[in-house]
């Protein structure tokens, strides 16, 4: 059974340009969770997504950011007009119902 | 919503010592607390849970308590190696079996020879 898959594991942008980040949830999983890490900080919870339904987004920025599980396909992160600021690690997670394995993340740079 | 803090930010041992990390949490509500283990450049992998209907875990060399009263639990880390080395996260889960999880700010440890 492979792990959560993540791509790209890197990605460059400058500022205003968009990046969509992949998480492919191990087999089986039906919860994707979404965080993000700021170097030497802990990851902060983003947004938790079922198949179709965004269940609590409660960390998600108001603007330029979204997210999708779609019925088919991985689940996609969605950063707009990015800033500096949006420079990060993003890691996925799923989970059967309680414990969350996380993939290798997407380390994003904007330029 | 849950806060929580950990404890030390930097941990230094040598090898064959014991290490501890400590976190507190805010919420009395939570019932799932999981350990992560991150390397340089990698995902946090998920090393040992505990839930709140337990006092005590253990899985060869680490192990975890809980004190739900005082709304703490710990790492315990036995015989370490140099491949212990690493940033450790404690996490809680708010209420539902199915929540998001609130990190603490992770302790650096080296373990050295």
Request: net charge positive; aromatic share 8%; hydrophobic share 30%.
């Amino acid at each position: 059974n492979a792990g959560v898959m993540q791509n790209p594991r890197h990605l460059v942008r400058r500022r205003g340009q968009e990046a969509r980040l992949r998480c492919s949830p191990m087999k089986g999983h039906s919860h994707v969770y979404w965080y993000r890490q700021l170097p030497e900080e802990g990851l902060k919870f983003m947004v938790y997504l079922q198949k179709e339904n965004i269940i609590d987004e409660s960390g998600m920025p108001k603007e330029r950011f979204s997210a999708e599980f779609p019925k088919e396909g991985p689940s996609i992160l969605r950063i707009q007009q990015v800033v500096r600021g949006d420079s990060a690690a993003y890691f996925c997670a799923s989970s059967p119902a309680s414990e969350q394995f996380f993939g290798p993340g997407t380390r994003l740079t904007v330029l | 919503g849950e806060n929580v803090e950990q404890h030390p930010s930097t941990l230094s041992v040598q090898e064959g010592d014991s290490a501890v990390i400590k976190c507190t949490y805010s919420d009395s509500a939570s019932n799932y607390f999981p350990w992560y283990k991150q390397e340089l450049g990698k995902g946090p992998q998920l090393i040992i849970d505990i839930r709140s209907n337990v006092g005590e875990k253990k899985d060869q060399r680490i192990a975890v308590t809980l004190n739900k009263t005082a709304k703490h639990f710990s790492l315990h880390i036995t015989e370490t190696q140099p491949e212990d080395s690493a940033v450790y996260f404690c996490a809680a889960r708010d209420t539902g079996t199915a929540s998001k999880l609130t990190f603490g700010t992770g302790t650096r440890l080296q373990v050295t020879l």
